[in-house]
C-alpha cells in the first residue's frame, strides 16, 4: 500500500446497492479512476483475486468512465476483462462462468435518464451493498492504495450469453409459434436481443434497437413509455410485448391487446410454472421472494399452491444477497426486477425472464391475457413516486414510525412502512434510487381502497417537511 493524492465521493451518490448521480455534476472521470483505486483495497482484504470484469451501458459518459475505471484498477495491479457494451445480465453472466473474474463492475445509469450514470459492482460473483458502498468511499479518503500494473485485455462475453439463454429456453419451448414485439428502448439490450432472437422460435420484431444514448423511454415500469410498444403490438397482431431498461435488468410486459400486465401478473406465472414441475409435498420445501411492495395476493397464492413465500427489503443487491441465504428458487421486485434461482444464476435478468416468458407461453393454449386472469380482482393505487428532498427522505420515514408508535399503530417496519388491515393495506418508503418517497396502497374493495388512501394522506400530512399532498391525492383518486 503506497500513500497518494486522496477522493472524496459526493455522499448522495453512495446509493444502498450502488453508486448513482448525474454525471458532470456528482458523478465525473475521477469516480470512476478512484472507485478501481478502492476496489482494489476491498478485494484484497477480502483475500479475493486482484482480477475485474468491466462493462458498459449506452449512456453518452459510459466510455468516459470505463476508460478511467479501467486505469484505476490496472494502476492498482488489478487485471482487467474488458466485455464493452453490454447489458448489465451479460456483466454478471461473466462473473458467474469466467473462473479467473468472478467480481466485475458495471458501468450503468440503469432506468434513469441519460444525465445519470454510476456503477454496480459484484464482489466473488455478489453484488455489494451498504456497508461495503460506503467502505469503498472511506478507502478512497484515506488515499492508501495497491500500486501495481495490471493487464487489460478484451474479450466478447455476449456471445457466450446468448448461447447459453438459447441453449436453456429453446428446449423448453412448445410448438405454438408466437409472434413477439421487443422495445429496446435506445439501451444496452439491443445486439443482445437481435442475436438472441436468432436463435429463438417464433417471428420476431425489435423497435427503438439503434443505442444512441438518449434513452428516452428506459424505464419500462413508467406506462407512458410503453406507448410506441402499444402500438406495434396491435399494429402486428402480435402475441405479446417486451420492453427492457436501460441496462437490460428490468422487464415490463404487454399483451395481445396492448394492455400492460402488472407485475402481480407476471410473477404469478412465473411462480406457476416453477410449481408445474413438483409434486405438492416437494413444493413444502419451495420458497418463493418478493419485495416489500408486493400484493398480499402473490403471498397468498404461493401459500394455497403448497410452497412458502418471504417479503424482503426492496433493492436488487438485498435479494440476490437474501436468495443465496436462504436457497430461494424465484424471488421479484415489482419494479420489473425478475430472478431465477432454480435453473439460472440467481441474478435479475430481464431478457431471460423475456424468454422465460415466452416459453410458457408457447406450451399454453392460452393467450397472455387469459393466462392472466388467474390474478383475484383486487384495487390499487399506481406505483407513486412523491418528491422529496433527497437528504429528507429517510428522516421522513423515522418521523412517521415515530408518529404511528405514538398513537399505538402496528406496522411492518422491514423497508420503511408497511401498515396492513383487515381492508388491506399501504406502504410508504424511501427510494435508495430516487429523491422520493415510494407509495402503493391496495384493498380487495373499491371504498376500502379509498379509505386507506385517505389514511396515507393523513399520516403523511403529520410530517413536518413539505410534501406535494396534492399531487398524491390527484393520484390515489384516478
Known amino acids: 500500500m503506497s500513500q497518494e493524492a486522496s477522493h472524496v465521493f459526493d455522499a448522495q451518490i453512495l446509493r444502498k446497492y450502488d453508486i448513482r448521480g448525474i454525471y458532470g455534476d456528482n458523478v465525473n472521470a475521477a469516480d470512476g479512476y478512484f472507485l478501481g483505486r478502492s ?23 459510459s466510455p468516459i468512465l470505463e476508460k478511467e475505471l479501467v486505469e484505476g484498477l490496472k494502476d492498482s495491479g488489478v487485471n482487467v476483462l474488458r466485455v464493452g457494451l453490454v447489458p448489465t445480465p451479460v456483466l454478471y453472466f461473466g462473473t458467474h462462468t469466467l473462473s479467473d473474474y468472478q467480481s466485475g463492475i458495471m458501468i450503468t445509469g440503469s432506468h434513469n435518464p441519460p ?42 462475453v455476449l456471445d457466450s450469453y446468448v448461447q447459453k439463454v438459447a441453449g436453456l429456453i429453446k428446449p423448453q419451448c412448445g410448438k405454438k409459434r408466437l409472434k413477439v414485439v421487443w422495445d429496446c428502448a435506445g439501451g444496452a439490450t439491443s445486439m443482445a436481443i437481435q442475436a438472441l432472437t436468432l436463435k429463438l422460435p417464433g417471428e420476431h420484431h425489435i423497435i427503438n434497437e439503434k443505442i444512441d444514448g438518449y434513452l428516452r423511454n428506459a424505464d419500462p415500469s413508467h406506462p407512458p413509455n410503453l406507448e410506441r410498444l402499444i402500438n406495434v403490438v396491435r399494429s ?41 414441475k413438483r409434486s405438492k409435498p416437494d413444493r413444502k420445501e419451495l420458497k418463493f421472494l418478493f419485495d416489500i411492495k408486493t400484493s398480499d ?59 422465460k416468458l415466452l416459453s410458457i407461453l408457447s406450451r399454453s ?37 415515530s408518529y404511528l408508535s405514538n398513537q399505538n399503530i402496528d406496522f411492518n417496519a422491514l423497508d ?13 418508503r424511501a427510494s435508495n434510487t430516487q429523491n422520493c418517497l415510494v407509495i402503493r396502497a391496495e384493498a380487495y374493495k373499491e371504498v376500502d381502497l379509498a379509505e386507506l388512501c385517505k389514511e396515507l394522506i393523513s399520516i403523511l400530512s403529520t410530517s413536518n417537511t413539505q410534501l406535494d399532498l396534492l399531487q398524491l391525492y390527484e393520484l390515489t383518486n384516478q
Open 416 to 428: 420503511g412502512i408497511r401498515r396492513q388491515s383487515k381492508k388491506g393495506w399501504w406502504l410508504i
Open 365 to 401: 393454449k392460452k393467450s397472455l391475457a387469459e393466462l392472466c386472469e388467474m390474478l383475484p380482482s383486487i384495487y390499487s393505487t399506481p406505483t407513486i413516486h412523491l418528491v422529496c428532498k433527497e437528504s429528507e427522505k429517510f428522516e421522513i420515514i423515522e418521523e412517521l414510525k
Open 39 to 61: 476496489f482494489a483495497v476491498l478485494l484484497k482484504e477480502h483475500g479475493l483475486p486482484l482480477s475485474v470484469l468491466v462493462g458498459y451501458d449506452g449512456r453518452f459518459s
Open 236 to 276: 402486428e397482431s402480435a402475441d405479446l410485448g417486451i420492453a427492457f431498461d436501460g441496462d437490460g435488468d428490468r422487464i415490463g410486459v404487454v399483451d395481445q391487446k396492448g394492455r400492460i400486465v402488472a407485475s402481480e401478473e407476471l410473477t404469478l406465472l412465473f411462480v406457476k410454472s416453477i410449481l408445474a
Open 297 to 355: 395476493v402473490i403471498c397468498r397464492k404461493v401459500e394455497e399452491w403448497g410452497a412458502n413465500s418471504i417479503l424482503w427489503h426492496t433493492g436488487h443487491s438485498l435479494i440476490k444477497q437474501k436468495m443465496k441465504e436462504e436457497h430461494i428458487v424465484f424471488a421479484s421486485e415489482m419494479s420489473g426486477h425478475v430472478f431465477f434461482g432454480d435453473d439460472y444464476y440467481g441474478y435479475d435478468d430481464g431478457i431471460f425472464a423475456g424468454c
Open 115 to 156: 444525465e445519470y450514470n454510476g456503477f454496480k459492482i459484484v464482489m466473488n460473483k455478489c453484488a455489494i451493498f451498504d456497508k461495503d458502498i460506503k467502505k469503498l468511499a472511506e478507502i478512497s479518503k484515506t488515499g492508501l492504495f495497491l500500486r501495481g500494473d495490471g493487464v487489460v485485455e478484451t474479450q466478447d
